[in-house]
T-cell receptor
């Protein structure tokens, strides 16, 4: 159980275009989803916290208009990188947390496999 | 302030050697959770263990063992008889409540383990 998927697993796009990454919880309802980015040989950096039906909360230094997050349902959150530039190239990882009524632990994040974005 | 320190950036060992990865954390909360994850070259995080702050029992799972010491705020991870397949980056993480049932993770900077044949 507790499976999280991401799509696409990798994407190459041209500078100036927008890219959408999907994060889905496959076997549980995720009240909260998190988005991280990871540069090569670095740790995971939290970008934003996304709660279903409300606006995402962004970490300091993360541009809201650049990284649009939509948590439209209890099983889907999307991250759109708008007007992507080469410096946005990174590994993006999402995670999901189940609701308190679930059999899954409410404090534990279940991670997706990641999406590797390359902007040329 | 919450913080996770993994002082070892990179470790190289020869196959069959034992290796210990260190993790030191800082938190003001009395209730918190600690995790270890493995990140192989594919990038996907592989969950290894969780531990809550009230459970100081050490744990062994096959070749893996964990030593949780609240007195020194450490949660170290030992791999016995290392294998080449253990080569990966290992992350220690701390989770504590942010309010309204939300728990954020603070990740350490990771330790890159290279096991040489």
């Amino acid at each position: 159980g507790a499976v999280v998927s991401q799509h696409p697993s990798w994407v190459i796009c041209k500078s100036g275009t927008s890219v959408k990454i999907e994060c889905r919880s496959l076997d549980f309802q995720a009240t909260t989803m998190f988005w991280y980015r990871q540069f090569p040989k670095q740790s995971l950096m939290l970008m934003a916290t996304s709660n279903e039906g409300s606006k995402a909360t962004y970490e300091q230094g993360v541009e809201k208009d650049k990284f649009l997050i939509n948590h439209a349902s209890l099983t889907l959150s999307t991250l759109t990188v708008t007007s992507a530039h080469p410096e946005d190239s990174s590994f993006y990882i999402c995670s999901a947390v189940s609701g308190l009524s679930s059999s899954f632990l409410p404090y534990e994040q279940y991670f997706g496999p990641g999406t590797r974005l390359t902007v040329t | 302030a919450q913080k996770v320190t993994q002082a070892q950036t990179e470790i190289s060992v020869v196959e069959k050697e034992d290796v210990t990865l260190d993790c030191v954390y800082e938190t003001r909360d009395t209730t918190y959770y600690l995790f270890w994850y493995k990140q192989p070259p594919s990038g996907e995080l592989v969950f290894l263990i969780r531990r809550n702050s009230f459970d100081e029992q050490n744990e062994i799972s096959g070749r893996y063992s964990w030593n949780f010491q609240k007195s020194t705020s450490s949660f170290n991870f030992t791999i016995t008889a290392s294998q080449v397949v253990d080569s990966a980056v290992y992350f220690c993480a701390l989770s504590e409540a942010e309010g309204a049932g939300t728990y954020k993770y603070i990740f350490g900077t990771g330790t890159r383990l290279k096991v040489l044949a």
